[in-house]
């Protein structure tokens, strides 16, 4: 079934790490609500099949917690009008602890979200500063034990690893402190440096360092080390949960499965081409409220892309990529093209080769894009700009 993502593209403070997009303006704010309700019933009948109840929503971000609760209300209300949800449907909101009083708590409970994902990104004070968060290490805790209060069960929380630091002490006792929160899913993410971010711009500088490759390795193998000490299943490179607890939206991106996504720079997929909405929080609003259209760039989905997503997208979970579903439903023979590249992987532990599915062993994870990239077969995408009307929206 499919899924909603909702991108709310406000935040308090720039993350100095972060290079999705944003704006610590919140004088928008109001019209965007606006802006996003009349989205949903200009795009509604997107997904292939707009009678398929949704089995996922995600507000992601920005800082869908900056939502108030008139502002959460209106939106769901809006859900309810033009989709139909399925019963015991997944609803993530993205929740930064600063946000997380027990009044906000207390609204988000009444709220139909049933799971939180806290962006808690480390306990430690100094790395928390370094990474310009708005809240406090005793806020990383207490927020997660305040949701749990709250009837919050289903909670995953974000951890980032390879921070620069003299060794790996802070990082054990980030993992250490995490396992005593006893939360049933965890994102794990090295620190990715991106061009045009404040860490970015400090390295060109020469003012920010980044940890070396092989200091971020052994903390991911550390990672890998207590995650499964702690009963904890890798489910995709950097996700983990107990049995069971999987998220259901990210798990479908993974699936391929249809998606809207709605609001600035979001991207939706339909299963034949990917749609990416202009990511400028001005622009988007008077589009979508004077014109009715939604401004953006649709990339129509050659059999050849499409084989390179399901090779890009599978080979990060634990299930692996299927090489013969690769070469029989969607036409890439990597079995018989790259026969040495593949047994040459097999033969170095970075992979396992069984009934035709290729799985990355954690040695293999660690090099996942490069391999990724390797196994890549040629296939240019096509691309172009569209305003997307109400006529038009069922068409693209």
């Known amino acids: 079934m499919p899924g909603l993502y909702l991108h709310i593209p406000f935040c308090k403070q720039a993350c100095h790490y972060c290079d999705f997009h944003f704006s ?68 993530t909101l993205e929740a930064n602890p600063d946000d997380l009083s027990p009044a906000k708590l207390a609204v988000l409970a009444a ?146 499965v249809p ?14 081409s990917r749609q990416f909405t202009v990511a400028n929080n001005p622009l988007y609003v008077a589009a979508v409220l004077e014109r009715g259209e939604v401004p953006a760039t649709v990339e129509q989905l050659s059999p050849l892309d499409q084989a390179n997503e399901y090779l890009l997208t599978s080979l990060r979970t634990s299930r692996g990529c299927d090489l013969a579903h690769l070469r029989d439903v969607l036409g890439l023979d990597l079995l018989g093209a790259r026969a040495p590249y593949l047994q040459s992987l097999v033969a170095q532990d970075m992979a396992t080769l069984r009934a035709d599915v290729l799985r990355l062993t954690d040695a293999g994870k660690l090099l996942a894009d490069h391999i990724t990239l390797e196994l890549f077969a040629e296939a240019p995408a096509v691309t172009k700009s569209v305003p997307v009307s109400a006529a038009a929206a069922a068409a693209v």
């Open 259 to 272: 998606y809207l996504g709605l609001g600035p720079s979001a991207h939706s997929f339909d299963g034949r």
């Open 111 to 256: 709220s139909p979200v049933n799971r939180l994902s806290i962006g808690l990104q480390s306990f430690h004070e100094p790395h928390l500063r370094l990474m310009n968060r708005a809240h406090s290490a005793l806020e990383s805790a207490q927020a997660v034990r305040q949701a749990q209060a709250a009837g919050f069960e289903n909670i995953s929380v974000d951890l980032i690893y390879g921070v620069p630091a003299a060794d790996h002490e802070v990082w054990e006792a980030d993992l250490s402190q995490l396992f005593e929160l006893n939360v049933p899913h965890v994102a794990a993410y090295a620190l990715t440096i991106e061009p045009d971010t404040a860490f970015g711009r400090r390295l060109r500088k020469g003012t920010f360092q980044a940890p070396p490759d092989e200091f971020v390795a052994t903390q991911f193998e550390l990672l890998l080390k207590q995650m499964r000490a702690h009963s904890y299943e890798q489910y995709e490179i950097s996700n983990f949960c107990r049995p069971g607890r999987e998220s259901r939206h990210n798990g479908s991106y993974w699936r391929g």
């Open 24 to 91: 610590t303006s919140l004088a928008l704010k109001a019209r965007f609500v606006d802006a996003l309700v009349r989205e949903m019933s200009l795009r509604r009948a997107y997904l292939p099949e707009p009678a398929a109840p949704l089995d996922t929503i995600y507000f992601g971000g920005g800082t869908p917690s900056l939502l108030t609760a008139d502002e959460l209300a209106r939106i769901f209300e809006a859900i309810g009008e033009n989709f139909t949800l399925a019963p015991g449907a997944e609803i």
